[in-house]
């Protein structure tokens, strides 16, 4: 088993694949999953690794066991009205300002089943909507001692997916 050098997940987290979801466990090489560009991709790599993980729970994804190295899609709120730029920023350096983004994929229909399901954030606040891109807040983040085993995933072309609703890269 190595250790871990970018990001990676524990079991049973979820990801995107072209029909429906598989837990990361059960993904093989050749796997087609949905990056945040709406595009199908191939799995090229799998990896299981032993890292020290993060537990990140935010409105609109599954509560998640990741990697402290592994990049998440985010903004961070900088003023009321204000988000910076989007950036790729690691689980371990993630705050309670930065928010996740989770992709509007599919058609319209789709797209508005995406939004109910992130349209569960506290009663003032709704998900800040951007390209096709909800942007919700991170409601904690719990830095662990913990080493587990987890599933490191590498994609062709734009190199993310969708893991456990958030958008992800290798």
């Known amino acids: 088993m190595q250790t871990n050098e970018r990001g990676s997940f524990a079991a049973n987290t979820v990801v995107l694949g072209m029909f429906d979801y598989k837990n990361i466990q059960d993904l093989v090489v050749g796997d087609l999953v ?39 899609y985010t903004r961070t709120i900088i003023s009321d009205n204000q988000m910076s730029e989007v950036t790729w920023k690691e ?45 919700i807040p991170i409601e904690s983040i719990e830095q662990t001692d913990k080493e587990l085993g ?8 734009d190199h993310s997916f969708i893991a456990n609703n958030a958008i992800v890269s290798n």
Do not use: C, F
């Open 91 to 135: 689980a371990g350096s993630l705050t309670l300002l930065d928010y996740i983004g989770v992709p509007l994929l599919g058609d319209e229909n789709q797209k508005a089943l995406s939004l109910v399901l992130v349209s569960t954030l506290e009663e003032n606040e709704e998900p800040r909507v951007i390209n096709d891109v909800a942007w």
């Open 34 to 72: 949905m990056t945040h560009k709406n595009s199908a991709q191939p799995i090229t790599r799998v990896t299981y690794l032993k890292s020290r993980v993060v537990k990140i729970r935010a409105t609109g994804i599954l509560p998640t066991l990741a990697a402290s190295t592994q990049p998440y």
């Open 150 to 157: 987890t599933y490191r995933i590498e994609v062709a072309q």
